[in-house]
Nanobody, 125 residues
Framework: QVQLVESGGGLVQAGGSLRLSCAASGRTFSSYAMGWFRQAPGKEREFVAGVGWSGGTTYYTDSVKGRFTISRDNAKNTVYLQMNSLKPEDTAVYYC??????????????????WGQGTLVTVSS
């Protein structure tokens, strides 16, 4: 099973940018669809973005469309989340996830194959 480690979180002012990275172990990274979820204090974990096995197909939740971009580099076993025009409501712990099936807004978080430990993103107003 793939193991995931996120990095890149931090404190940023509203309107700023951050890029999250998620490094995967193992030689089967390209056989997994990848996604990013987030969980704000007191809220449920929610889907943010997903990307297919080759990187050619992506999905986003409505609130981040046009601001966030998910991408992957199969040669580096890494998936990225570029976050621009950040808003205070984007503050959350961001989690990377992997699954053999598509990861979309309809995906149940508890059904996914693997999770990272999370990285905190704080956006100040």
């Amino acid at each position: 099973q793939v193991q995931l480690v996120e990095s890149g979180g931090g404190l940023v002012q509203a309107g700023g940018s951050l890029r999250l990275s998620c490094a995967a172990s193992g030689r089967t990274f390209s056989s997994y669809a990848m996604g990013w979820f987030r969980q704000a204090p007191g809220k449920e974990r929610e889907f943010v973005a997903g990307v297919g096995w080759s990187g050619g197909t992506t999905y986003y939740t409505d609130s981040v469309k046009g601001r966030f971009t998910i991408s992957r580099d199969n040669a580096k076993n890494t998936v990225y989340l570029q976050m621009n025009s950040l808003k205070p409501e984007d503050t959350a712990v961001y989690y990377c996830a992997a699954d053999r099936s598509w990861i979309t807004k309809a995906t149940k978080p508890n059904a996914l194959d693997a999770w990272g430990q999370g990285t905190l993103v704080t956006v100040s107003s």
